[in-house]
């Protein structure tokens, strides 16, 4: 036996997952066996690697924390189609609120339910700096406009003291 494949036993302990969880979600295509699928043969064991147990993992964390298993189906379809679960997938970076799964690349979010269809997505240290950059160029812009008020106020001073 391969020593970097997991037996389905092994991969339900490490994974949280029920033999049950594994077989449906082989059966409709979520998460099969990488390494070894019994392809319905009785005594052919099924052996699942690294990866999939990973990928067992999350989907498992994403069914307990709300996500219905259409949801999850839809969302991990998106995912494998567009190579973010096909690169390296301990760099995927999902969040949920229990109704969408998105998905980070490169600074922006994407909803991996929607087809990828970006999302908003603002980092609150960001708006900070924006705004303090911009009070700060209020804050100078001001400062030179009460300059400039005060040297014409000096000038039309200036001028009805000569006349």
């Known amino acids: 036996?391969?020593?970097?494949?997991?037996?389905s036993k092994q991969a339900c302990h490490l994974s949280d997952c029920t033999s049950h969880q594994l077989r449906y979600w082989d059966k409709v295509g979520l998460?099969?066996?990488s390494i070894q699928s019994s392809q319905g043969k009785p005594g052919v064991p099924?052996?699942?690697?690294?990866?999939?147990?990973?990928?067992?993992?999350v989907i498992k964390t994403l069914l307990d924390n709300g996500m219905s298993i259409q949801r999850v189906r839809r969302a991990?379809?998106?995912?494998?189609?567009?190579?973010?679960?096909?690169?390296?997938l301990s760099k995927?970076?999902?969040?949920s609120d229990g109704e969408t799964i998105y998905t980070i690349e490169d600074k922006e979010v994407f909803d991996a339910l929607k087809l990828g269809q970006l999302a908003?997505?603002?980092?609150?240290?960001?708006?900070?700096?924006?705004?303090?950059?911009?009070?700060?160029?209020?804050?100078?812009d001001k400062e030179r406009f009460l300059n400039?008020?005060?040297?014409?106020?000096?000038?039309?001073?200036s001028q009805q003291l000569q006349a």
Do not use: C, H
Not at 76 to 88: A, F, M
Not at 148 to 157: F, N, P, R, S
């Open 148 to 157: 400039l008020l005060t040297k014409v106020e000096d000038d039309v001073q």
């Open 120 to 140: 908003f997505f603002e980092t609150i240290d960001y708006v900070a700096k924006e705004v303090k950059e911009d009070v700060s160029k209020f804050e100078l």
């Open 76 to 88: 991990w379809r998106y995912l494998s189609r567009n190579g973010d679960l096909q690169d390296e």
């Open 92 to 95: 995927t970076k999902l969040i």
């Open 46 to 57: 099924k052996l699942y690697s690294f990866r999939d147990i990973v990928s067992l993992k």
């Open 31 to 33: 998460v099969s066996p």
């Open 1 to 7: 036996m391969n020593k970097d494949a997991f037996t």
